[in-house]
């Protein structure tokens, strides 16, 4: 049962413009959420989180929103980037467990 | 400045043989992960070791053993391959806390036949 989901596998955007990257989950008592952004042949690197006591987060042309009620969080990129070509996870973690969960990953493609 | 170090790159191996994937970090992190990716299913948690001389179970453990051999170390082992374990494996590291974000290596492509 996939805890965390991400339901577009792929995203293409022009460059300039905004790209916004989904995930849904279903465990309530996940407290922390991540997203990470992974090159081909090179490792996850960290880009963004956010606490769930907080529904907005930001760092330069990247802002997390978190819904608790509808359990979605989004990614916004703006603006995008050809270089924020990327494979972007979603992970969500809960407190005490030490366990971070991964979603399956959307492509994302900025045109230039 | 290394972060974390994952070895080998590639592996080749036959069904039934056996490897240990190796993984160090030099960030004096107390936590440390095993991960898999494969093509529609994201990172999916093998191992973890929440502190040196601790490991557990995560998502998908079966098949694989692990080995906390001391603060910064963390092996993987494959007793006997399968090609179900054909993958890309990922360790990763950090402070156990969830304000410290994992630190993945580069990862092990490994190919099972």
């Known amino acids: 049962d996939q805890q965390v989901k991400q339901n577009s596998p792929s995203l293409s955007v022009q460059e300039g413009r905004i790209s916004i990257l989904n995930c849904d989950y279903t465990?309530?008592?996940?407290?922390?959420f991540l997203w990470y952004k992974k090159y081909p042949a090179e490792g996850p690197t960290f880009l963004i989180s956010i606490s769930s006591i907080k529904d907005k987060n930001e760092d330069g042309r990247f802002t997390v929103f978190l819904n608790k009620s509808a359990k979605h969080l989004s990614l916004h990129i703006v603006p995008s980037q050809p270089g924020d070509s990327a494979v972007y996870f979603c992970?969500?973690?809960?407190?005490?467990?030490?366990?971070?969960?991964f979603g399956t990953g959307t492509r994302l493609k900025v045109l230039a | 400045n290394a972060g974390v170090t994952q070895t080998p790159k590639f592996q080749v191996l036959k069904t039934g043989q056996s490897m240990t994937l190796q993984c160090a970090q030099d960030?004096?992190?107390?936590?440390m992960y095993w991960y898999r990716q494969d093509p529609g299913m994201g990172l999916r948690l093998i191992y973890y070791s929440a502190s040196e001389g601790t490991t557990d179970k995560g998502e998908v453990p079966n098949g694989y053993n692990v080995s906390r051999l001391n603060k910064r170390e963390f092996s993987l082992r494959l007793e006997s391959a399968a090609p179900s374990q054909t993958s890309v494996y990922f360790c990763a590291s950090n402070r156990k806390d969830r304000d410290s974000p994992l630190h993945f290596g580069n990862g092990t492509r490994l190919t099972v036949t």
């Open positions: 465990n309530s008592m996940f407290d922390y």
């Open positions: 960030m004096n992190h107390n936590s």
């Open positions: 992970a969500a973690y809960f407190s005490g467990t030490y366990k971070y969960i």
